[in-house]
T-cell receptor
């Protein structure tokens, strides 16, 4: 079975500070990992993905994520948060032989001025 | 259009009514997914098409749910005899290639279904 856990329902950071949104996963074999962002009344927008290779993945809007196989984690990071980053963030995993992408419950990020 | 388009954006149905939700994927995209997102939850997989073939329907919650993609492009998710627990946002996503788990999916804005 494949699953994703986002341990924090809510993350609050001040503008300009670094942010981290946590994600851990469980999957048989090598994982394909994804981060999506959802703004109010909008669909999910793809941010970045890990397939193989370099453990640090860079994506849209200055976001990056670090794959850690030993800790089965794929935390989303940004060096300097913007108020406009406030949104709902979803981590997702797909195993090699799976068609469906399994999503976490989401983490609401609030960046305060 | 440039993105995945879903219609209607909002649907209110009386309990017991049948509904049909439409998805127009990105042109040329082979894979199409339907997800159900309950309030405060992450999307839950419903079904997957590769072209016109429905290769996985393991996530459909009951036989009241039916999906089709007859010509390999537009897809319709039909819910018969709607129940209050069917109230959710239904998301459609498409992906350029089929059979590649590393490919990201592009999502539509969703249809918010409210069953009263």
């Amino acid at each position: 079975a494949q699953s994703v856990a986002q341990p924090e329902d809510q993350v609050n950071v001040a503008e300009g500070n670094p942010l981290t949104v946590k994600c851990t996963y469980s999957v048989s074999g090598n994982p394909y990992l994804f981060w999506y962002v959802q703004y109010p009344n909008r669909g999910l927008q793809f941010l970045l993905k890990y397939i193989t290779g370099d453990n640090l993945v860079k994506g849209s809007y200055g976001f990056e994520a670090e794959f850690n196989k030993s800790q089965t984690s794929f935390h989303l990071k940004k060096p300097s948060a913007l108020v406009s980053d406030s949104a709902l963030y979803f981590c997702a995993v797909r195993g090699l032989s799976r068609r469906d992408m399994r999503f976490g419950a989401g983490t609401r990020l609030t960046v305060k001025p | 259009g440039a993105g995945v388009s879903q219609s209607p954006r909002y649907k209110v149905a009386k309990r017991g009514q049948d509904v049909a939700l439409r998805c127009d994927p990105i042109s040329g995209h082979v894979s199409l997914f339907w997800y159900q997102q309950a309030l405060g939850q992450g999307p839950e997989f419903l079904t997957y098409f590769q072209n016109e073939a429905q290769l996985d329907k393991s996530g459909l919650p009951s036989d009241r749910f039916f999906a089709e993609r007859p010509e390999g492009s537009v897809s319709t998710l039909k819910i018969q005899r709607t129940q209050q627990e069917d109230s959710a946002v239904y998301l459609c996503a498409s992906s350029l290639v089929g059979g590649f788990p590393q490919a990201e999916a592009f999502f539509g804005q969703g249809t918010r279904l409210t069953v009263v």
